[in-house]
């Protein structure tokens, strides 16, 4: 199963392609749309790499991403982060105030963000998003 938003491809270069999200109805009915906020506002965009000789500039296309993605990009985002700072406020507080314990795990949160950010190819190769141009009738 896929999660699928339609969109209208902006602008090209660089092997990349933006794509403004132009809908929010198929929302409803997805299983993540609480951790997600595609569907939450109109100004949506998103970056895809792909071949850009199939797509013109303003055109109609589809943004696929499959569902296991989807849970593997929102536990790197917001549950092992969670558990980071959970687990670092616990084991901390054992040996400090909470209060020291508290900013250091900020401190560890900081640097997993920060891991994140430096190996962003990497995670921007595992969780590409396709794109289909949309079959008009």
């Known amino acids: 199963s896929e999660i699928i938003h339609n969109g209208i491809l902006k602008k090209t270069g660089?092997?990349?392609?933006e794509v403004q999200i132009t809908d929010g109805v198929e929302c409803e009915s997805c299983s993540i749309k609480g951790a997600c906020?595609?569907?939450e506002t109109r100004d949506n965009k998103v970056m895809v790499e792909a071949d850009m000789t199939h797509f013109a500039d303003g055109e109609t296309?589809?943004?696929?991403l499959s569902n296991s993605l989807a849970f593997s990009a929102l536990f790197w985002a917001y549950v092992f982060p969670f558990i980071v700072l959970f687990a670092a406020i616990i084991i901390l507080s054992t040996f400090m105030s909470e209060a020291m314990a508290g900013l250091i795990s900020l401190v560890f949160l900081a640097v997993y963000y920060l891991?994140?950010?430096l190996n962003k190819n990497y995670f921007n190769k595992k969780f590409s998003l396709?794109?289909?141009?949309l079959k008009h009738d």
């Open 14 to 17: 660089d092997g990349k392609m």
């Open 37 to 39: 906020n595609v569907g």
């Open 61 to 64: 296309v589809s943004v696929h």
């Open 115 to 117: 891991f994140i950010y």
């Open 130 to 133: 396709k794109i289909n141009k």
